[in-house]
């Protein structure tokens, strides 16, 4: 392990390390959809800030979020998109890739950062600009073989995240090769669902989630 790199303070006590990637949302309908989403037991939810009122959703979403809750924005390209996202209530940083400018940015306006990573060189250039967590992205691309082969030059304890195309029918392989917790988008949420669908989706994915870290034969 290299000293150099930081130790990341981790989630708030308690907090499930899965988060809703909130694409498309609406502000008419952020307050159902974000109830619906608490209610079930998450408390990470992104909204993506390349779709339009992305922000206004964000403010929306952290006014009512639980104390123990992670608000924020993906798609975070621009040291004026963190800007933006602190101004709105967020304190989640993700984005879809490694820019070291921009995590420390963010890290010191207080964020939780989680950006997107494919590679050992860009997972160490993320620690080492104050990264809390690394965004496996795509993760369909690298799979759960290529996770567990980065696992093995990552620093313990290292929050690792699969983000794109996961469902709760792979947690457990995930899991398996290292993942610590899942960015989950159209299998949550998508334009159209009705509130009461989100978190039924949700509760699904928090079962799947629990009962992917129980040991085989435990």
Same mark, same amino acid.
């Given at each position: 392990?290299?000293?150099?790199?930081?130790?990341?303070?981790?989630?708030?006590?308690?907090?499930?390390?899965?988060?809703?990637?909130?694409?498309?949302?609406?502000?008419?309908?952020?307050?159902?959809?974000?109830?619906?989403?608490?209610?079930?037991?998450?408390?990470?939810?992104?909204?993506?800030?390349?779709?339009?009122?992305?922000?206004?959703?964000?403010?929306?979403?952290?006014?009512?979020?639980?104390?123990?809750?992670?608000?924020?924005?993906?798609?975070?390209?621009?040291?004026?998109?963190?800007?933006?996202?602190?101004?709105?209530?967020?304190?989640?940083?993700?984005?879809?890739?490694?820019?070291?400018?921009?995590?420390?940015?963010?890290?010191?306006?207080?964020?939780?950062?989680?950006?997107?990573?494919?590679?050992?060189?860009?997972?160490?250039? $993320?620690?080492?600009? #104050? &990264?809390? @967590?690394?965004?496996?992205?795509?993760?369909? *691309?690298?799979?759960?073989? +290529? %996770?567990? /082969?980065?696992?093995?030059?990552?620093?313990?304890?290292?929050?690792?995240?699969?983000?794109?195309?996961?469902?709760?029918?792979?947690? $457990?392989?995930?899991? #398996? &090769?290292? @993942?610590?917790?899942?960015?989950?988008?159209? *299998?949550?949420?998508?334009? +159209? %669902?009705? /509130?009461?669908?989100?978190?039924?989706?949700?509760?699904?994915?928090?079962?799947?989630?629990?009962?992917?870290?129980?040991?085989?034969? $435990?």
């Amino acid at each position: 392990m290299n000293p150099a790199l930081p130790r990341h303070p981790g989630l708030p006590a308690g907090t499930v390390p899965l988060v809703a990637i909130l694409r498309g949302l609406l502000p008419e309908q952020a307050a159902a959809v974000g109830a619906a989403l608490f209610e079930a037991g998450l408390r990470c939810l992104e909204v993506p800030l390349n779709r339009p009122h992305a922000l206004r959703c964000i403010q929306i979403l952290a006014a009512m979020a639980p104390a123990d809750a992670l608000v924020g924005g993906g798609t975070m390209m621009s040291p004026r998109d963190v800007d933006e996202v602190v101004a709105a209530g967020g304190l989640l940083m993700v984005s879809p890739h490694c820019d070291p400018q921009l995590i420390a940015h963010a890290a010191a306006r207080g964020m939780f950062c989680a950006p997107g990573v494919a590679t050992p060189s860009e997972a160490f250039s $993320a620690l080492r600009a #104050g &990264a809390h @967590a690394l965004k496996l992205f795509p993760a369909e *691309q690298i799979g759960p073989r +290529g %996770l567990k /082969a980065l696992r093995t030059v990552l620093p313990p304890g290292t929050e690792v995240w699969p983000v794109g195309g996961v469902d709760e029918a792979q947690m $457990a392989e995930w899991v #398996g &090769a290292g @993942a610590t917790g899942f960015g989950i988008g159209s *299998q949550l949420f998508r334009p +159209g %669902l009705d /509130a009461a669908e989100v978190g039924r989706r949700a509760a699904r994915m928090l079962s799947a989630w629990h009962e992917a870290r129980v040991p085989p034969g $435990a």
